[in-house]
């Protein structure tokens, strides 16, 4: 949610209340692609991309930044020196002081900043109270670790021009860092991976007091339609020195005019990945998974990617448009390496990314020229900031990025099933009908969601007394099967009389600040409103406190929360959102922290989740529309306002593959698009996706039909349950896949290249994935009457299908042909791995924790091999698993010894643990069934195994299927006696 669409009435009652209140004030109806900016409606950008136009044209373009002879040194990994900018003919200069520093962990971090900005030396316009550094607290928020000086680097060659730098595991590392013109090349194995400023694209534009001359008449005020009219305007032709300075000291959009107190500040580079033609990441995005170029050519796009988080609703499809979050996290990949930067700035960003042989330097690599992706970031202001990482595998890639930034926390083990939501559930009552309705079509759901209606005219922290007269009740009822209620709890807070939330936010001074700093005031759902300044210390812990159960009344311990609008989503403001003169805590500007907010937002709510009742500490669970990187640590995200349309189904996967990879997989869509009636059979086929989804929740405008699940009709509703129940019978294998991406970043669900990273057809796949290390393929249907899918095949390994045991007939980069109709959902798996499921059906997941599990044992082609897999499991709930309350197992079957083993994941000794309460419990959690898939012939007529377990022998049924017609034989053993926390191995021969 949302904005919502021309024909709500809701935004008609909105307007109504505007032109009531305000005569002056009209914002278009209908937000469109022309209300969010192009690149060439974007003074920086413009700039930028004139800069790169003409450097690129001219032969004879030497980027004018150059290291200060002598003044580096290189001390304790680090590096240190100036770079002067010559800025005009006389050879005038801008000192840029620059670090490299290169971590333990083998990333090499390049900061520069601008000397005169860092001393203050500057004077800013209008009497501005803005700061007069360059923005240099993003790190503040966003890196967690992984920093310590690798002390190991060293200077391996050093002369008057250049010096190269070894550095990483084994020192197989290096960077030469270039004096005149400055650049950086990285070397991994001796062959160069990155450049930065290869292409002379360096521009970090420096303080400067504007010169009053006459300058064209400006309209201010211009209206959006003229606005779009607008043709992109004539490139300078001349050098850097003519620059066109238009945009400099102040620009307007809209009916906005932004006063920009500090001038031009934008900083860039041109990044290059040598040999590399495939860059992932840099999400939000609503297009493929392989980054498209941005500069011309038939089926690029024509504008470059966009990080500005807005509220962009009815987004497009396949378009390089800002979305609602921002992770400036990219990956190169070519077979078996990747590599990636990460671009560190809040501000607003713009990447262009094209390909191309190198012509300049034609590359030997392997004695053939290779396509090379440049990139281009270009963001307004800020510390230019960028990690390099060498990789070589993108699992390399997204340990060493979550090291920095943090991987995803341990979830509420609710918060990955089912939950249900629409705009609105009108009351308490229409509340308890959905859930009784959900037991009725025996669809499992654990949470159900409520939206801004809910509260007393969206003033947050309050309920609509007449609809929900008692929302305890409300919540006892659904405890009652161990299931949530999530409200909705947004930053904008109404401006009125007799609202205690925002006579505090006045009175401690804890909202954001408009350029004369004064409280910012906007309109957003609640009309006029105020925003919390989230950057404030104080005001996050001021927001915390009014989660107290005391102070928010109404809710109870299974009451968990959903942040939106923190883009922040500002109605009559400039592209939907804040102006960039804003003034936050530390009077930093809104322009160089906008991408930022979101997660200060839900940073604040995280901590008020931590501090309900004195005592009570559970891991929160928060829902976020805008995020940043680091957002992972605290929340899941949602895809924003898509369509009940098969594109935007089709849409999903790739955008919540592209979150995975960028360290941010909690991610869903909407189930049944947001934003219009999905006909039935979309709405099935988008369950069966969801399904899969690390975050599965359906939702729905105000304005759509009610669609909860079981009014369907069947045979619908039976298929729909039947993917509901699928996912919570699969819940302890994503479960586990949350533990390995808290562990070390991994994705929850994996694209192609990311497990077959050698396998070059599967680069630019971005509609199948696997789950977690289960080995299970899934590729879901997204299109309309379609009823079989072809399944691309990353190996030589068998596969079986998921539901029948059919041996799939596959071959290595092959595409095989599965027949899907309506009730079937596409879903393989892969020999050679082992995974866990809970078979018995409930209605919430909570009551499913003590249920034994099933094993499911996928043998390999090479049926002498073995089959691996793992379980992770804990109390779902608290954060004792930090202190060793859970279990990790590691299954091994051993096809040549015929046995399978469980063993503690990390090698751990059981007994060093102290039980706790949960752990006590978990002891007596046994296997309910095993089954063996691809079981060997040789099995026939055995009746019984036997199960070794600390030390005791016991035996175990055993129920054999010989192959049949395509069908794998299969073997099922029951009645075991041992726990899943214990060591234990059954011997089959
Ligand atoms: C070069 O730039 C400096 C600083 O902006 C200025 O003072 C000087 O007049 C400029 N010289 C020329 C030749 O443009
Ligand atoms: C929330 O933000 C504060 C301030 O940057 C930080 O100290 C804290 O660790 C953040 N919380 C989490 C869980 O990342």
């Known amino acids: 949610m949302h904005v919502s669409g021309p024909l709500s009435s809701k935004w008609a009652a909105y307007l109504g209340l505007l032109s009531a209140l305000s005569a002056t004030f009209a914002p278009s109806v209908a937000v469109k692609e022309h209300d969010f900016k192009k690149c060439h409606q974007s003074g920086f950008c413009t700039r930028n991309r004139a800069f790169a136009d003409h450097a690129l044209a001219s032969s004879s373009w030497q980027s004018p930044y150059n290291i200060a002879p002598d003044s580096a040194s290189f001390k304790d990994g680090q590096y240190q020196a100036v770079i002067l900018k010559t800025i005009n003919d006389s050879g005038e200069t801008v000192r840029l002081p620059i670090t490299v520093s290169f971590l333990e962990s083998g990333t090499a971090r390049v900061t520069v900043d601008e000397e005169k900005r860092q001393k203050g030396e500057i004077e800013l316009r209008h009497d501005s109270k803005a700061r007069k550094e360059r923005y240099n607290e993003a790190e503040q928020w966003?890196?967690?670790?992984?920093?310590?000086?690798?002390?190991?680097?060293?200077?391996?060659?050093?002369?008057?021009?250049?010096?190269?730098?070894?550095?990483?595991?084994?020192?197989?590392?290096?960077?030469?860092?270039?004096?005149?013109?400055?650049?950086?090349?990285?070397?991994?194995?001796?062959?160069?991976?990155?450049?930065?400023?290869?292409?002379?694209?360096?521009?970090?534009?420096?303080?400067?007091?504007?010169?009053?001359?006459?300058?064209?008449?400006?309209?201010?005020?211009?209206?959006?339609?003229?606005?779009?009219?607008?043709?992109?305007?004539?490139?300078?032709?001349?050098?850097?020195?003519?620059?066109?300075?238009?945009?400099?000291?102040?620009?307007?959009?809209?009916?906005?005019?932004?006063?920009?107190?500090?001038?031009?500040?934008?900083?860039?580079?041109?990044?290059?990945?040598?040999?590399?033609?495939?860059?992932?990441?840099i999400p939000s995005h609503a297009g493929p998974l392989s980054l498209k170029q941005t500069r011309g050519g038939d089926g690029n796009y024509q504008e470059p990617y966009r990080l500005y988080n807005a509220d962009v609703f009815e987004y497009i499809l396949d378009s390089p448009m800002t979305l609602y979050g921002a992770?400036?996290?990219?990956?190169?990949?070519?077979?078996?390496?990747?590599?990636?930067?990460?671009?560190?700035?809040?501000?607003?960003?713009?990447?262009?990314?094209?390909?191309?042989?190198?012509?300049?330097?034609?590359?030997?690599?392997?004695?053939?020229?290779?396509?090379?992706?440049?990139?281009?970031?270009?963001?307004?202001?800020?510390?230019?900031?960028?990690?390099?990482?060498?990789?070589?595998?993108?699992?390399?890639?997204?340990?060493?990025?979550?090291?920095?930034?943090?991987?995803?926390?341990?979830?509420?083990?609710?918060?990955?099933?089912?939950?249900?939501?629409?705009?609105?559930?009108?009351?308490?009552?229409?509340?308890?009908d959905v859930d009784r309705k959900m037991d009725k079509f025996k669809m499992p759901y654990d949470v159900i969601w409520l939206d801004i209606e809910y509260a007393e005219e969206k003033k947050y922290f309050t309920w609509d007394k007449h609809a929900f007269a008692d929302p305890i009740g409300m919540g006892k009822q659904l405890d009652s099967h161990g299931r949530k209620l999530v409200t909705i709890i947004d930053p904008h807070i109404q401006n009125t009389d007799n609202y205690p939330v925002v006579a505090e936010l006045k009175s401690k001074d804890l909202g954001v600040k408009n350029k004369e700093g004064n409280i910012f005031e906007g309109w957003c759902w609640p009309g006029s409103s105020h925003w919390i300044d989230a950057f404030n210390p104080a005001a996050r812990e001021w927001w915390a406190s009014l989660f107290n159960y005391d102070k928010f009344k109404g809710t109870m311990e299974n009451t968990w929360i959903w942040n939106d609008m923190n883009e922040p989503s500002v109605f009559n403001g400039p592209e939907t959102t804040m102006p960039k003169d804003n003034l936050h805590h530390g009077n930093w500007e809104h322009r160089d922290v906008h991408n930022l907010n979101g997660m200060t937002f839900h940073n604040a709510t995280y901590h008020g989740l931590t501090t309900r009742k004195p005592g009570e500490l559970r891991r929160p669970f928060v829902l976020t529309r805008s995020f940043f990187a680091g957002s992972q640590r605290l929340s899941a995200m949602w895809t924003g306002d898509n369509q009940a349309a098969w594109d935007h189904l089709e849409a999903s996967i790739p955008m919540i593959l592209s979150q995975g990879i960028s360290g941010y997989p909690f991610a869903g869509a909407d189930v049944g698009g947001f934003f219009g009636n999905p006909e039935k059979d979309l709405l099935t086929r988008w369950y069966q996706a969801g399904a899969f989804y690390p975050f599965f929740r359906g939702h729905a405008h105000i304005d759509a039909r009610r669609r909860e699940p079981y009014l369907m009709g069947e045979p619908y509703n039976t298929i729909i349950?039947?993917?509901?129940?699928?996912?919570?019978?699969?819940?302890?294998?994503?479960?586990?896949?949350?533990?390995?991406?808290?562990?070390?970043?991994?994705?929850?669900?994996?694209?192609?290249?990311?497990?077959?990273?050698?396998?070059?057809?599967?680069?630019?796949?971005?509609?199948?994935?696997?789950?977690?290390?289960?080995?299970?393929?899934?590729?879901?249907?997204?299109?309309?009457?379609?009823?079989?899918?072809?399944?691309?095949?990353?190996?030589?390994?068998?596969?079986?299908?998921?539901?029948?045991?059919?041996?799939?007939?596959?071959?290595?980069?092959?595409?095989?042909?599965?027949?899907?109709?309506?009730?079937?959902?596409?879903?393989?798996?892969?020999?050679?791995?082992?995974?866990?499921?809970?078979?018995?059906?409930?209605?919430?997941?909570?009551?499913?924790?003590?249920?034994?599990?099933?094993?499911?044992?996928?043998?390999?082609?090479?049926?002498?091999?073995?089959?691996?897999?793992?379980?992770?499991?804990?109390?779902?709930?608290?954060?004792?698993?930090?202190?060793?309350?859970?279990?990790?197992?590691?299954?091994?079957?051993?096809?040549?010894?015929?046995?399978?083993?469980?063993?503690?994941?990390?090698?751990?000794?059981?007994?060093?643990?102290?039980?706790?309460?949960?752990?006590?419990?978990?002891?007596?959690?046994?296997?309910?069934?095993?089954?063996?898939?691809?079981?060997?012939?040789?099995?026939?007529?055995?009746?019984?195994?036997?199960?070794?377990?600390?030390?005791?022998?016991?035996?175990?049924?055993?129920?054999?299927?010989?192959?049949?017609?395509?069908?794998?034989?299969?073997?099922?053993?029951?009645?075991?006696?041992?726990?899943?926390?214990?060591?234990?191995?059954?011997?089959?021969?």
Not at 329 to 351: C, I, P, Y
Not at 362 to 382: A, D, Q, R, Y
Not at 383 to 403: H, I, M, N, Q, S
Not at 874 to 889: L, N, P
């Open 142 to 281: 966003v890196i967690v670790g992984g920093t310590a000086l690798d002390k190991a680097a060293k200077v391996d060659h050093e002369d008057k021009t250049q010096l190269t730098v070894k550095y990483g595991p084994s020192s197989k590392f290096e960077a030469t860092i270039k004096l005149s013109p400055f650049s950086i090349d990285f070397k991994r194995d001796g062959n160069t991976q990155i450049k930065l400023n290869d292409q002379g694209l360096l521009n970090m534009e420096h303080w400067r007091p504007k010169i009053e001359k006459p300058v064209p008449e400006k309209q201010e005020g211009e209206s959006t339609e003229e606005n779009k009219a607008e043709e992109p305007k004539e490139e300078p032709k001349e050098e850097p020195k003519g620059e066109d300075e238009s945009t400099w000291w102040d620009e307007s959009f809209g009916s906005n005019t932004d006063t920009k107190p500090r001038g031009p500040e934008s900083v860039a580079l041109d990044i290059s990945f040598v040999g590399y033609d495939h860059v992932y990441g």
């Open 721 to 989: 349950a039947a993917a509901l129940r699928l996912r919570y019978s699969l819940l302890p294998s994503w479960y586990t896949a949350f533990r390995h991406a808290h562990l070390d970043g991994t994705p929850i669900i994996k694209p192609m290249f990311y497990t077959h990273p050698a396998e070059e057809a599967g680069f630019d796949l971005d509609d199948q994935f696997f789950l977690g290390t289960t080995g299970l393929l899934a590729k879901p249907v997204t299109q309309k009457d379609k009823e079989s899918v072809d399944i691309w095949i990353p190996d030589n390994e068998v596969y079986y299908d998921y539901f029948t045991y059919e041996v799939v007939p596959t071959a290595k980069g092959k595409s095989v042909t599965r027949s899907a109709p309506l009730d079937k959902i596409p879903l393989l798996m892969r020999g050679g791995h082992v995974f866990a499921r809970r078979d018995t059906p409930r209605r919430s997941s909570a009551l499913m924790k003590w249920d034994d599990y099933t094993l499911v044992v996928a043998v390999g082609k090479n049926a002498k091999g073995t089959a691996e897999g793992d379980l992770y499991v804990d109390d779902g709930d608290s954060f004792d698993f930090e202190r060793g309350q859970y279990f990790h197992r590691r299954f091994v079957y051993d096809g040549a010894a015929q046995s399978l083993a469980s063993v503690d994941y990390e090698g751990r000794d059981a007994a060093a643990v102290e039980d706790g309460e949960w752990m006590k419990k978990a002891r007596s959690l046994g296997v309910r069934e095993i089954v063996v898939v691809g079981a060997p012939a040789s099995w026939a007529g055995k009746k019984r195994v036997t199960v070794e377990s600390e030390g005791k022998k016991s035996e175990a049924r055993i129920e054999f299927t010989p192959a049949a017609s395509g069908r794998a034989a299969f073997a099922v053993v029951k009645g075991l006696a041992v726990s899943i926390g214990a060591d234990w191995k059954i011997d089959f021969a």
């Open 327 to 432: 992770i400036p996290f990219m990956q190169a990949h070519r077979k078996d390496s990747s590599v990636g930067v990460f671009w560190l700035n809040a501000a607003e960003t713009w990447v262009d990314i094209t390909k191309g042989k190198d012509t300049k330097n034609p590359l030997s690599l392997g004695g053939k020229s290779k396509t090379n992706t440049h990139t281009h970031w270009i963001s307004e202001s800020g510390l230019l900031d960028v990690f390099v990482f060498l990789g070589p595998t993108p699992k390399d890639l997204t340990a060493k990025y979550g090291e920095l930034t943090g991987t995803t926390s341990m979830p509420q083990e609710f918060s990955i099933a089912y939950h249900q939501c629409r705009w609105n559930y009108v009351s308490d009552d229409d509340v308890k």
